[in-house]
Nanobody
């Protein structure tokens, strides 16, 4: 069982930055693939970024490449999402997720409660 708690969301102007954190419970964090997803109001949850557990390979959806960076600190059981050059279209609830297997879809086993990111124009 893995519990995930996101933090770091908030209100920011377009062009600004935020860093989301996701703290995970459990002693096997380093073996889990971690993902960030987002869900805008009235839309389906979509993949944003993922990082593998072993080698730290990273994957991004096209719309955030070059602006967002996913990273992890296995000693702190935490995964981060650094978001730069934010746009109003990035406004959504952001969720982190964990799974023993890397997915680029919502097939993850464990989910956090989400943190709101609002980008004003």
């Amino acid at each position: 069982q893995v519990q995930l708690v996101e933090s770091g969301g908030g209100l920011v102007q377009a062009g600004g930055s935020l860093r989301l954190s996701c703290a995970a419970s459990g002693r096997t964090f380093s073996t889990y693939a971690m993902g960030w997803f987002r869900q805008a109001q009235g839309k389906e949850r979509e993949f944003v970024a993922a990082i593998s557990g072993s080698r730290g390979d990273t994957y991004y959806t096209d719309s955030v490449k070059g602006r967002f960076t996913i990273s992890r600190d296995n000693a702190k059981n935490t995964v981060y999402l650094q978001m730069n050059s934010l746009k109003p279209d990035d406004t959504a609830v952001y969720y982190c997720a964990a799974s023993p297997v890397m997915y680029l879809t919502t097939k993850y086993d464990y989910w956090g409660q989400g943190t709101q990111v609002t980008v004003s124009s």
